[in-house]
């Protein structure tokens, strides 16, 4: 997987999803790190909701939850470099920065863990139900581990 993110280097975190879903071709993401006005902004203009949040992903493809992703199947979603583009990532550093505090780990650790949530949701999967949650939480932490950044 290719990660673009100006901000921050990424490209563990990219290696790390290598293997992780099925695809005849690349995959690509884009990670932008934005203030809390700006996620604020972002999450009231696309979502309603008037509230800084931490991550928000904007999916490219639908209905792709566990699937085969074909490159044929998707000829709009190719970017420059011959990858199936995913999404874009906002990710809020200031929220980052508390939440890494909050539970006691890294800045860096907090930003890979939002990357990783954010790229499951661009791959559909959700949170929203239990069953979701049982589903998707697994897949978080098999990327952390790969990272060395798993839970204590």
């Not at 995959?27 to 008037?50: C, K, M, P, Q, Y």
């Not at 011959?82 to 550093?93: K, R, V």
């Amino acid at each position: 997987m290719n990660i673009y993110c100006d901000q921050f280097d990424f490209s563990p975190l990219a290696e790390a999803f290598d293997g992780e879903v099925e695809s005849d071709c690349g995959l690509s993401a884009e990670i932008v790190l934005v203030e809390a006005e700006e996620i604020r902004r972002l999450n009231r203009e696309t979502r309603g909701n008037d509230a800084v949040t931490d991550v928000l992903s904007y999916p490219s493809l639908e209905h792709i939850r566990g699937v085969m992703l074909k490159k044929d199947d998707f000829p709009a979603d190719i970017d420059e470099e011959g990858n199936l583009f995913l999404g874009s990532i906002a990710i809020c550093t200031e929220r980052a920065r508390e939440q890494a505090e909050e539970y006691g780990h890294s800045f860096e650790r907090e930003l890979h863990y939002l990357a990783t949530h954010g790229l499951w949701h661009l791959l559909g999967y959700d949170h929203m139900t239990e069953e979701d949650k049982r589903e998707m939480r697994p897949l978080e932490e098999r990327i952390l581990k790969k990272l060395g950044l798993a839970r204590d």
